[in-house]
């Protein structure tokens, strides 16, 4: 995968789970960064549960749930 799709689907990862945690986008540069990690978490999520991706809609599926596990996870660190 290109680096140019990678930051696309970052992007879009991470704007969608920034609607879904707190109904609203980090900027591009921080959709980006959010997507980016997400689809790691996303990605080690789906290993332990023996799924993998093979397309694009597969990869923002997988970094959007990423994203949103990272972003559950920092609210309940800053609660704390």
Same mark, same amino acid.
């Given at each position: 995968?290109?680096?140019?799709?990678?930051?696309?689907? *970052?992007?879009?990862?991470?704007? /969608?789970? +920034?609607?879904?945690?707190?109904?609203? @986008?980090?900027?591009?540069?921080?959709? $980006? !960064?959010? *997507?980016?990690?997400?689809?790691? /978490?996303? +990605?080690?999520?789906?290993?332990?549960? @023996?799924?993998?991706?093979?397309?694009? $809609? !597969?990869?923002?599926?997988?970094?959007?749930?990423?994203?949103?596990?990272?972003?559950?996870?920092?609210?309940?660190?800053?609660?704390?």
């Amino acid at each position: 995968m290109s680096i140019i799709l990678w930051l696309i689907i *970052g992007g879009l990862a991470g704007w /969608i789970a +920034g609607k879904i945690m707190r109904g609203g @986008g980090f900027g591009v540069l921080g959709n $980006i !960064g959010v *997507g980016i990690v997400g689809a790691v /978490i996303g +990605g080690f999520l789906f290993s332990l549960l @023996g799924l993998s991706h093979t397309n694009v $809609i !597969g990869s923002l599926i997988m970094a959007v749930i990423g994203a949103v596990v990272l972003l559950w996870v920092v609210a309940k660190v800053r609660k704390s």
